[in-house]
């Protein structure tokens, strides 16, 4: 079992830096994966990467907010691990990345100090969505060939395994796995293996149970202290809603030049990422409706969107929030499957209520009552919103680029299904996965 | 209810005049704006409102670049949605819709990238062709200031039964538009009218973003104030980025207002590799899809069926008939009668009385009748996006399609027969779909549809399948030029992995098919 991590750093830009910053970025975004700079593709730990520049502005009361570089990984735990790798492999592109920002110690490239700055400018996730489950880069890259080599097996012997049993094909397929050469990474079988138990099984029942002991506490201390926190609730959501019906929203719009940039960049076929910030609406009130509310779903996103689906929505592999310059701005991340017209129509058609309960908290979001009615049902002003707060994002890496979730989730069952016995109907239902 | 007035729309959004058998479209260049102008403004009667079932219908509509060179402020060009100022050739837009190799659109012979522009098109509908010659020879001689210059003039074939080339009848799945009749209908088929006309309200309620002109330019009042169509910001009005004043009812009139936007895509079918494919393959897998426990006597590969072969000369092309068409209707997912798979799974039933009530949850949850992958259930996936979400049928409905196309070209066989289209020899000639569609928004309608639906390899689960019937496999990320289609079944799944194109797109442009008040704008600039 693997957990995952999301490390995001994020850095003041020097001033008048960000024009040459951007071109190195866009070096290497030609290919993210490979380039000498910072080849991510030698990093085994990565799902994803990026970098975003937040370009100046000012904030909800007018105060500027000089621009910033977003640095973040989605990675396999543990973090130790991941920052050597981060600070061998890719150091020294990193230097030269971070030397555009300040504070940036300078000199020569020092992996040390290099660690040390990181964890300098660490800032935790309010909020962290996993949507592959417990699953390793390298765990979703062997179920991906596993699956296309039991296909192109199919694919070739279809017409000889057409009469036989399903549990029979089960077989033919374990023996081919077993016999073909080079057939050993983890989680996958070694010649000549026994097809009896699954070799390292997602062991995830400790995890799980640590799981139930905290919700099961989490709802035993709101029980017990619920005649304190519902009527501070009320007054609290009385409140809100005194303040939008009366505060004025602001009507966001779209602008030509900024989408096409946006959409240039939405060149993968199967995924794609989101980057967007966001002022918060100003106001004590709303700081801590909105920080309660992602703690909230962050605790309770395992529970409430395990399998693959965010509120719903069933192709974001990894997002989170994150709450910046002291508590003026939402910075929100994600990597989703298909393009972003699709991905925000699913925010709407879906998830509506969910999202607009964490979004309805930053200034241009389409008018909510409660929190949750209205918002995103204004589809044209959600829509203009999103827009308008969508950041370029500079550099994007994906290590697994041609897989979405609903693969990655079937692939894994397919992997499991070579275990064990089976009966004849469960060896079809599992026949029918290819 | 919203109550539809139908002498304001053009004709073509309430009907496709089906009835009016003959009909062609007219490419056309504006080569003085003032002449064109004053032959609108002066045979404006002619022009076919939605109110009236006439004896010929002729309608208009235009491109961006034809509303500019028209006259029309570039103010208001600039309100058009972002779909329609791109139009359908950007490299942005070839990504969308895998528009590439013989599809890609510098190889287009009209629209594209290296054609002349078109400005208008002129639909043209007659009960027969010598009407329809006389319609034409009719505007031609009203052109007597040379307002145009003829870029292309296509034909079109009504084919037997209405079928469109490869034998399949066309043109059942219809939205039916609330306000316009059809009120038998299941209420996931009546779709909301502001889908497909402008100014009316939409799927979510709202108004689709409409293109608007300054009020001081509609001297004589023929259009409807702007409306907002954000519906909940209220405070200052955002000034757009050039400084021009806001859009506000006060100061902008819609432009849109029982309008539409015209999608047209020349899709050109090669008949004879479509049917040439499913001969290959459905002797090679005989009878596919059909459920494993239909066992079948013999090895399929080595199945000779000398008494019904399509070729009794030739022992290498031991298809039968009725496995081809089998085959071929798994990826239209109809039959070639057009009743659906999920209606009949085993065989075509064309006596159906209603071809298009169907769903495809819980029956065929697991695709085994209709594959997910088929052409049906990927341009409109009803019941079953994401495998039968509750959110399914609401989602389905904000992406449809109001189609209005007509085949060209002479079929491969006069009866259209399948058993007799797949004897057909090649004669050369082309033959396709002049593809026509409505729809209020081009990004959320069409371009989803092509984009999200058809041209994903991934749709609703699947790994690497586009729309076997339609899709295009060049690609500038991928070395191969086929596609992969899968066939579940119950036990062991059909795949094919060398799928051609049957389909390449020939020419294609975004046009505004204005309302009647806003032909008139348009016509005293």
Redesign the interface.
């Known amino acids: 079992m693997t957990l995952h991590g999301a490390l995001s750093i994020i850095v003041t830009v020097k001033p008048g830096m960000e024009k040459e910053l951007a071109d190195l970025l866009q070096q290497i975004e030609k290919d993210p994966g490979h380039n000498p700079l910072l080849p991510f593709a030698q990093i085994d730990s990565i799902h994803f990467a990026r970098f975003v520049i937040c370009p100046t502005r000012p904030d909800a009361r007018g105060r500027i907010i000089p621009s910033c570089l977003v640095f973040t990984t989605n990675y396999d735990q543990p973090l130790a691990d991941h920052l050597q790798k981060l600070t061998t492999i890719t150091g020294p592109g990193l230097w030269k990345v971070f030397s555009y920002t300040d504070p940036f110690p300078g000199g020569p490239f020092d992996p040390n100090n290099l660690a040390a700055f990181l964890d300098r400018h660490s800032i935790k996730a309010n909020t962290f969505y996993v949507g592959v489950a417990n699953r390793s880069v390298q765990q979703i890259r062997q179920d991906a060939q596993l699956?296309d080599d039991i296909?192109q097996f199919?694919?070739h012997n279809?017409?000889r395994?057409?009469?036989k049993d399903?549990q029979d094909?089960r077989e033919e397929i374990r023996q081919f796995l077993s016999t073909r050469p080079g057939a050993t990474p983890t989680g996958k079988p070694s010649p000549g293996q026994t097809w009896t138990h699954e070799p390292n099984p997602d062991n995830t029942a400790s995890y799980t149970l640590s799981r139930i002991a905290r919700l099961s506490l989490a709802v035993i201390l709101s029980l017990a202290l619920s005649p304190i926190i519902i009527p501070l609730a009320l007054i609290w959501v009385l409140i809100l809603l005194y303040q939008e019906l009366t505060r004025?929203?602001?009507?966001?719009?779209?602008?030509?030049d900024h989408?096409?940039q946006l959409?240039?960049r939405e060149?993968g076929?199967?995924q794609n990422q989101f980057s967007a910030f966001g002022d918060l609406k100003p106001g004590w009130i709303r700081y801590y409706t909105i920080m309660t509310l992602l703690r909230l779903t962050n605790f309770l996103a395992p529970y409430l969107f395990s399998k693959g689906s965010l509120s719903?929505i069933?192709s974001v592999h990894f997002a989170r929030w994150l709450i910046i310059n002291e508590g003026r701005q939402m910075l929100f991340l994600s990597n989703y499957?298909?393009?972003s017209?699709?991905y925000l129509?699913d925010f709407?058609?879906?998830a509506g209520k969910q999202l607009t309960l964490l979004f309805s908290n930053t200034i241009g979001y389409?008018?909510t009552v409660l929190m949750v009615f209205?918002g995103a049902?204004?589809?044209?002003?959600f829509m203009?919103w999103a827009r308008q707060n969508q950041l370029i994002t500079n550099v994007w890496y994906s290590a697994n680029p041609s897989v979405?979730v609903?693969?990655i989730f079937?692939n894994a069952k397919i992997r499991k299904g070579l275990y064990g016995s089976m009966t004849e109907r469960a060896a079809?239902d599992w026949?029918?996965l290819? | 209810m919203e109550v539809i007035d139908k002498k304001e729309l053009q004709g073509l959004l309430v009907r496709g005049y089906n009835p009016l058998h003959a009909a062609c479209y007219l490419l056309l260049k504006i080569k003085s704006a003032q002449a064109a102008k004053d032959w609108l403004s002066k045979e404006f009667q002619q022009f076919t409102t939605g109110d009236r079932h006439p004896e010929t219908a002729l309608n208009i509509a235009f491109t961006w670049q034809g509303l500019r060179a028209l006259g029309l402020s570039e103010d208001s060009l600039a309100t058009f949605p972002f779909e329609f100022q791109d139009g359908m050739a950007t490299p942005h837009k070839q990504f969308l819709f895998g528009d590439y190799g013989s599809s890609d659109p510098a190889g287009w012979t009209w629209g594209g990238k290296n054609n002349e522009p078109v400005d208008v098109l002129l639909l043209l509908y007659a009960p027969d062709n010598s009407a329809l010659d006389k319609l034409y020879i009719k505007l031609r001689s009203q052109w007597t200031n040379d307002p145009f210059e003829e870029i292309k003039k296509l034909d079109t074939k009504v084919i037997t039964e209405r079928k469109e080339h490869f034998g399949f009848h066309d043109g059942i799945s219809q939205p039916a538009i609330i306000g316009l009749g059809r009120d038998n209908e299941p209420a996931e088929n009546k779709i909301a009218p502001g889908e497909f006309i402008l100014g009316y309200k939409n799927e979510y309620g709202q108004f689709t973003a409409s293109p608007t002109v300054l009020a001081t330019t509609d001297r004589t009042g023929l259009l409807p104030p702007a409306r907002d169509v954000i519906l909940s910001g209220d405070g200052p009005l955002t000034p757009t980025r050039d400084g021009t004043p806001s859009r506000d009812g006060r100061t902008q009139k819609d432009l849109g207002q029982h309008g539409s936007f015209l999608v047209f895509r020349q899709l050109e079918q090669d008949v004879r590799k479509f049917w040439d494919f499913m001969e290959a393959k459905a002797g090679d897998h005989s009878h596919p899809g059909r459920p494993a426990d239909h066992t079948h006597p013999a090895d399929p590969g080595t199945a000779i069926h000398p008494a019904d072969s399509a070729h009794p000369n030739d022992s290498t092309h031991p298809a039968d008939p009725t496995d081809m068409i089998r085959l071929a209707s798994k990826i239209v997912g109809r039959w070639p009668s057009g009743t659906p798979l999920e209606l009949s799974p085993e065989k075509d039933k064309p006596d159906l009385d209603d071809k298009n009530r169907f769903n495809y949850i819980p029956a065929d949850k697991d695709g085994l009748i209709c594959p997910f992958g088929s052409h049906v259930r990927r341009t409109n996936p009803r019941d079953s996006i994401n495998r039968g979400d509750s959110t399914s049928i609401e989602v389905s409905k904000k992406h449809r399609l109001l189609r209005r196309g007509r085949s060209y070209g002479t079929p491969l066989a006069a009866s259209m027969k399948p058993e007799d289209i797949l004897r057909g020899k090649d004669d050369g000639s082309a033959r396709g779909l002049h593809f026509i569609c409505l729809n209020a928004d081009l990004g959320r309608q069409f371009e989803f549809i092509q984009n999200f639906w058809i041209n994903n390899p991934k749709f609703d689960g699947l790994y690497d399948e586009k729309d076997p019937l339609t899709g295009n496999y060049h690609d500038p990320q991928n070395q191969k030029t086929t596609g992969t289609f899968g066939i579940p079944a119950e036990k062991l799944r059909q795949r094919f992995t060398d799928l051609p194109e049957f389909v390449t797109v020939k020419g294609g442009a975004y046009f505004f098919l204005p309302g009647m008040r806003a032909l008139q704008y348009l016509s005293s600039l």
Do not use: H, M, W, Y
């Open positions: 699956r296909q199919l694919d279809g017409k395994l057409e009469t399903a094909i004025p929203n602001i009507k966001c719009s779209i602008e030509k989408l096409e959409l240039e060149t076929i199967v719903g069933p499957d298909g393009n017209e699709g129509r709407i058609d879906i389409p008018r209205g049902k204004d589809a044209n002003g203009a979405t609903k693969n079937q079809r026949l029918q290819f």
